[in-house]
């Protein structure tokens, strides 16, 4: 980092559009490869409630 600059910033919106189609991606391969299907409820839960928190925040983040 230069002198005086100060925390990189995020795009928000840009790692909420990146995460939705990824968690789809990791819960098909699961379906796919025979994982768990309680696993797999935990980790679609736990992906698609980050993923709505990140979307939350992008859309305040472009209000300010």
């Given amino acids: 980092m230069g002198r005086g600059s100060g925390p990189a910033r995020i795009d928000v919106a840009l790692l909420a559009a990146m995460l939705n189609p990824a968690i789809f991606v990791?819960?098909?391969?699961?379906?796919?490869?025979?994982?768990?299907?309680?696993?797999?409820?935990?980790?679609?839960?736990?992906?698609?409630?980050?993923?709505?928190?990140?979307?939350?925040?992008?859309?305040?983040?472009?209000r300010e």
């Avoid at 993923?51 to 305040?60: D, F, M, Q, S």
């Fill in 26 to 62: 990791i819960l098909l391969g699961g379906l796919l490869l025979g994982y768990d299907p309680a696993v797999l409820i935990v980790v679609g839960i736990v992906g698609y409630t980050t993923w709505g928190v990140l979307k939350y925040i992008a859309n305040r983040q472009s």
